[in-house]
T-cell receptor, first 116, second 114 residues
Framework: DSGVTQTPKHLITATGQRVTLRCSPRSGDLSVYWYQQSLDQGLQFLIQYYNGEERAKGNILERFSAQQFPDLHSELNLSSLELGDSALYFC???????????????FGEGSRLTVL | AQSVTQLGSHVSVSEGALVLLRCNYSSSVPPYLFWYVQYPNQGLQLLLKYTSAATLVKGINGFEAEFKKSETSFHLTKPSAHMSDAAEYFCAVSDQSSNYKLTFGKGTLLTVNP
């Protein structure tokens, strides 16, 4: 158990809909990262928050947005969903604003999104 | 820009055989290199890391990796595969030029046959 909690574990929805994925980081971790894992693209970094503020942005679509709340949990909002958005979405956390030479991120078990 | 290439999306070995998972990196500055493992229905967890100290790095569960600058490689090995090693393995790189953002390879699925 990494200590990172993601909900829901599975989500099935239709094209055009909007969903929210939630992540609670490990106790004491200030950074939250969101990744998308798909068969064709592999593991893609979406966005990072550190202590409530956006820290880094990756390959995140404009239809997607995220935020980190004062209690440090984070939500990833996916809107106008397309079939291609079907993927496993991971949240990861760490103490520091960047991984530095530790490289250690603690991953949740992921939220599997299926868009029909 | 940093990048990682994992050769072989799927590797199959027999139980007790040598495991070799290949990773080559591209980085304009000295890199930090990592291997993560993802067991079925779980998130990724750190297996081992190279952070410019010893070039031969030992990780959990008997895995080790050797940093070879001349070959820009960081291959993962284990002398004797166990059934419980079946998982997907990801190589990752970070460096100062990317503000230490981790870039992952596409992963290698390891199958262990009895």
């Amino acid at each position: 158990d990494s200590g990172v909690t993601q909900t829901p574990k599975h989500l099935i929805t239709a094209t055009g809909q909007r969903v929210t994925l939630r992540c609670s980081p490990r106790s004491g971790d200030l950074s939250v990262y969101w990744y998308q894992q798909s068969l064709d693209q592999g593991l893609q970094f979406l966005i990072q928050y550190y202590n409530g503020e956006e820290r880094a942005k990756g390959n995140i679509l404009e239809r997607f947005s995220a935020q980190q709340f004062p209690d440090l949990h984070s939500e990833l909002n996916l809107s106008s969903l397309e079939l291609g958005d079907s993927a496993l979405y991971f949240c990861a956390s760490s103490v520091y604003p960047n991984t530095g030479n530790t490289g250690e991120l603690f991953f949740g078990e992921g939220s599997r999104l299926t868009v029909l | 820009a940093q990048s990682v290439t994992q050769l072989g999306s799927h590797v199959s070995v027999s139980e007790g055989a040598l495991v070799l998972l290949r990773c080559n990196y591209s980085s304009s500055v000295p890199p930090y290199l990592f291997w993560y493992v993802q067991y079925p229905n779980q998130g990724l967890q750190l297996l081992l890391k190279y952070t410019s100290a010893a070039t031969l790095v030992k990780g959990i569960n008997g895995f080790e990796a050797e940093f070879k600058k001349s070959e820009t490689s960081f291959h993962l090995t284990k002398p004797s595969a166990h059934m419980s090693d079946a998982a997907e393995y990801f190589c990752a790189v970070s460096d100062q030029s990317s503000n230490y953002k981790l870039t992952f390879g596409k992963g290698t699925l390891l199958t262990v046959n009895p």
